[in-house]
């Protein structure tokens, strides 16, 4: 019995592997070599107590197919599970074939892994073959490669690739990662995983996972739940998942997601990632049916999220739904380039108060449909958008508002907005790159800039070297189809906006009032359709306009180009380009104004076209500039008014193209020099207006003579008398006169009252227009305060209507042409100023002689404008011009010579005719004794020429007029022929003749010695 006994204790021991079931069957076979049945007894229960490790009563779960971890099948019945002892008799009874097989698996089962025997207590019969693989890699550092084939493929958008996958329940993993005592025998590794079915949520909530989590092509069916838990590292590849809730999760290292999918949704919410977010390539979809499309919902969610590295949503990314990254902190780049990004009815991507430490890029292509915002983060690198097209959901495609970037914002290259771009009072580092950048919101603003500041440069031109939008209906380069608004924008460099196209026909293409500019603004061969307002800007360098179309006329006051009050410190081009054939021509279709404007040096509109028939086409009224003016060749279709200007080079005027439609006002203007070489190239007259202008001198070069300069201030006025009764329009035509014209022409009585205008004349680009134009107020209107009839309340009748320098309609106030003699016919008093100023050109350059020639023609007019039989005419007409109206008095000199000649040779031919008598004064020197009565010898002689001096100086006696009289000598001592003719009964005499010419010489000589003597001594000219 010893014998059997030793025999059965060996058998048993080599099939123990553990040392407690080693020394309880040893006690139980010493007990039965002994014949003691209380400790037999004792023993075996003991024993049963602790069964083998291969114990036949693990049941294999052959449902899905699987083999045992070694590769064997087994089939063990219930009976055998439960009953001990019939284990025993059969091991002890078997074949030797079975023998040597329960010995190889004693040995295997012997040489498991830690790890594995764990499971297999943690997790008994339910413990699988496929778990057994698992974690047989796992704790080998190998990968849980479960593919059924190595060459299998899975489509992480559909859940139906993993069909032919082995099932792993989550709580394998999940307990691989929460178990103390696994948890401290897993590998560094970590645990990887390939393949496999992940049935049930993974859910690590508030778990501490030491070491990295990979998993490739898996599926997660019902997601994983990593919320507030701490992990190593997290790797996620090719994978399909529903939701993944991660909520306050800490991540030491990099939490990858590439290529795969989550329908449901991503929240990251307070996560706290040490790497990177990498889902480059994947999709995150907020629902889990085609219905969810249409629907609302965040895809991802990393709102006040931490990541010390980058975020990726790269490389044909896609995101159905929102992207929320509120408040969220990226430690490098937030990298979106290719990606896909779609929201319906509400932002796609939600940045707001986003900080990140390097770029920002959502370039390459990168689509979003429904918007960005970006308001009031900070980007310490670059803003990224070049080839990016961003879609509106309602209004902003891309909200930049307040953001803080520290280097380049770039916006061009393909870049396409559907809907407004804002990035109202952002700071950007460096350049504002948007070379052919697409700008599409016809209905409002799309670029906005206003308040910004831009470090360098701000480049909106036309680049042919960079890539294009792919909407081929579109035009090359940039376009901004809507506002450009500069509102306040500083920039530290240049505005360049070479080839630009700016849309907005109705409204305003650029509205850029206070904009700041340290260096140039460039904007060459530009087109604008609409109001380009430069209200206010400040320009440190140049603004250079060469070669732009500004198209205004379908505007509210037809305004193309509104640059009052700008302030340039060096040069303002508005001329054609030189070098081209043909030549690209600055053209502004509508009024360009520059009121108010100081401009540094030179303003050249060299070649420019200027049209804007029945208005203003150039405003440069109150404008300041300190270099010269050029409007060579340029084309004036309309007024242009340098009122008030002052200009501190020269006023250059040549080749003007069809001047008889250009309207001058240079009234009040100070010009240093006047350079022209043609009359033909000033307006015709009763178009050009030059009261008070002051200039210094005219050109050297210039070859127009004093007459021709006499010629140029008569244009001031249209033709006079018949040629005026002439022109004067009817009714009809004088109802034709646009309102638009922001001056208001007056009506006669204007002289009183000066220059009228509108009480409301057109609004500043971008500023609302009122509902109603108030009516001008006239000095019609106030000398008769009755209702205005139906008929002239007319807008097209009214006196508001008229234009400065027009043809005056007699029938609207009842003046007749008679009275408009002494008044200008385009409506203004007289003015002597410009023929002053003239004359003192000329004198100021020694040339006395034109400056005389120059203020008798101005009293000259005077004379011509005077009411007839008026003192005015009497002395402008015909008593002023006998000594040059003060300024050629030595003219009188030459009439008085004139008439003292005629009257030596009338009195001489009276002498001859005896008809020269001594005076009364001869009787008392008359000889007694001289019987025939002759005049004493003493008596002085009669000469004709002595007698026509004495009769013309009126203070000096040459002794002729006090011996001599016209007329028959009463000796009659000879026969006198006094008879000139007979005319009836009646006979006209020589010597009523002498007598009548006489008196003539007398008050000739009157006359002419006063004026004289007034012109001499200053009286007249004062």
């Not at 193309?560 to 021509?585: D, F, M, S």
Request: charged share 20%; net charge negative; hydrophobic share 40%.
């Amino acid at each position: 019995m010893r014998r059997i006994a030793a025999y059965v204790w060996i058998a048993v021991y080599r099939w123990a592997a553990d040392t407690r079931q080693v020394l309880l069957w040893g006690h139980a076979m010493l007990a039965l070599a002994r014949f003691r049945v209380l400790p037999l007894f004792v023993a075996i229960c003991l024993a049963h107590r602790f069964p083998l490790v291969a114990d036949g009563g693990e049941q294999q779960k052959i449902s899905e197919g699987g083999s045992h971890p070694v590769g064997q099948e087994t089939s063990r019945d219930s009976t055998s599970q439960n009953e001990p002892a019939a284990v025993l008799q059969q091991a002890a009874t078997a074949s030797p074939p079975q023998e040597v097989e329960r010995e190889k698996l004693a040995r295997v089962w012997a040489n498991e892994p830690t790890l594995v025997r764990l499971a297999r207590e943690r997790f008994g019969a339910e413990l699988t073959e496929t778990d057994a693989r698992l974690f047989a890699a796992v704790a080998s550092g190998e990968w849980a490669d479960l593919r059924p084939t190595s060459e299998a493929t899975f489509d992480p958008e559909e859940p139906a690739s993993w069909a032919e996958c082995p099932t792993i329940n989550a709580d394998r993993i999940v307990w691989l990662c929460t178990d103390p005592a696994a948890a401290k025998i897993i590998p560094n590794r970590g645990v990887w995983v390939r393949g496999a079915n992940i049935r049930g949520q993974l859910n690590l909530y508030r778990a501490q996972v030491p070491f990295s989590l990979a998993f490739y092509d898996c599926l997660f069916n019902n997601g994983i739940n990593l919320g507030h838990a701490k992990m190593q590292e997290v790797d996620i590849r090719n994978c399909c998942s529903a939701a993944i809730s991660a909520r306050a999760v800490q991540v030491a290292e990099n939490f990858y997601l590439l290529t795969t999918s989550i329908f449901g949704g991503l929240d990251l919410i307070d996560a706290n990632l040490g790497g990177d977010l990498d889902m480059s390539g994947g999709l995150a979809f907020h629902g889990l049916n085609k219905e969810d499309l249409e629907k609302q919902g965040i895809a991802i969610n990393l709102h006040d999220a931490k990541v010390g590295g980058d975020i990726k949503l790269a490389d044909n990314f896609r995101a159905v739904g929102q992207v929320r990254l509120i408040g969220a902190t990226i430690g490098r780049s937030l990298t979106c380039s290719g990606g896909r990004f779609r929201e319906a009815g509400q932002t796609a991507v939600d940045a707001r108060h986003l900080t990140v430490g390097g770029n920002v890029s959502f370039n390459s292509k990168c689509v979003v449909e429904g918007g960005v915002q970006l308001r009031r983060s900070k980007v310490s690198g670059d803003l990224d958008l070049d080839g990016g097209r961003f879609i509106a959901a309602s209004n902003d495609a891309f909200n930049g508002d307040l953001v803080d970037v520290g280097g380049q914002l770039l916006m061009g290259d393909g870049y396409h907005a559907e809907g407004e771009t804002r990035f109202v009072n952002a700071t950007i580092a460096s350049d504002f790159d948007a070379d052919n950048g697409h700008f599409l919101n016809p209905q409002g603003d799309a670029l906005s800039l206003d308040g910004a500041i831009i470090g360098r440069s701000l480049r909106i031109a036309a680049d042919a070297a960079s890539p294009t939008d792919e909407a081929k209906d579109l035009p090359p380069g940039f376009l901004a189809r809507g506002c450009l608004r500069l509102w306040g924008t500083q920039v530290n460099q240049d505005i360049l906006a070479d080839g630009a196209l700016f849309d907005s026909p109705t409204g305003t293409a650029i509205l850029a009032c206070n904009l700041k500019v340290a260096s140039r603004v460039v904007l060459t061969g530009c087109k604008a359709k609409g109001t380009v307002n430069l209200f206010g800007a400040d320009i440190e360098h140049e603004l250079d306009l060469r070669g732009s179309s500004f198209d205004g006329q379908q505007t509210y006051g037809n305004i193309a180009l509104w640059a009052n009050a700008i302030k340039v410190r060096g040069h303002v081009y508005c001329n054609q380009t030189e070098g081209a054939e043909p030549p690209y021509r600055f053209v502004a279709h509508g009024l360009t104004s520059f009121q108010f404007a100081t401009i540094g040096m030179h303003w050249d509109l060299y070649g420019a076209e200027l049209i804007n028939p029945g208005g203003d086409a150039l405003d440069a009224s109150d404008c300041r500039v300190e270099g010269y003016v050029n409007v060579d060749t340029v084309k004036f279709v309309g007024r242009a008014s340098f009122s008030r200007a002052k200009i501190d080079g020269l006023w250059i005027l040549l080749h003007t193209v069809e001047s008889e439609n250009l309207e001058l006002d240079m009234r009040f203007a100070h010009i240093w020099v006047i350079k022209d070489e043609r009359l033909d190239d000033w307006p015709p007259a009763g178009k050009l207006q030059l009261e008070g202008l002051v200039y210094d001198h005219f050109d050297d070069d210039s070859p127009l003579d004093v007459n021709d300069r006499l010629k140029w201030l008569r244009r001031q006025y249209a033709p006079l008398k018949h040629e005026l009764a002439k022109n004067f329009p009817t009714p009809s035509a004088a109802s034709n006169h646009s309102q638009e014209s922001a001056t208001t022409p007056l009506t006669h009585d204007g002289a009183r009252y000066g220059v009228v205008r509108t009480v409301y004349e057109s609004p500043a680009p971008g500023m609302a227009a009122p509902s109603e134009t108030a009516d001008a107020i006239t000095p019609d209107a106030i000398d008769r305060p009755n209702p205005p009839t139906a008929e002239t309340a007319s807008p097209s009748r009214s006196s508001a209507s008229k234009e400065v320098g027009a043809n005056v309609d007699d029938s609207q106030d009842g003046t007749s042409p008679s009275d408009l003699a002494a008044l200008d016919p385009s409506g203004r008093r007289y003015i002597t100023q410009p023929y002053t100023q003239l004359a003192a050109v000329y004198r100021a350059i020694g040339q006395d002689e034109q400056a005389s020639t120059v203020l008798v023609a101005r009293a000259e007019r005077l004379g011509e404008l005077a009411p007839p039989f008026s003192a005015q005419a009497m002395w402008y007409r015909y008593l002023g011009r006998l000594i040059g109206y003060g300024y050629e008095p030595f003219r009188a000199i030459k009439i008085g010579l004139t008439i003292v000649a005629i009257g030596a040779i009338v009195f001489a031919i009276g002498a001859r005719r005896n008809l020269m008598a001594e005076t009364k004064l001869a009787e008392q020197v008359l000889s007694g004794e001289n019987e025939l009565g002759l005049v004493s010898p003493t008596y002085p002689r009669f000469n004709a020429l002595v007698y026509s001096l004495d009769v013309f100086l009126p203070f000096v006696d040459l002794n002729q007029v006090c011996y001599w009289i016209p007329g028959e000598k009463p000796s009659k001592p000879r026969k006198s022929r006094n008879c000139l003719m007979h005319l009836g009964t009646y006979s006209l005499k020589w010597s009523t003749l002498l007598h009548c010419y006489l008196w003539f010489q007398t008050l000739a000589g009157w006359t002419l010695c006063t004026l004289l003597a007034a012109a001499v001594t200053g009286i007249v000219e004062s």
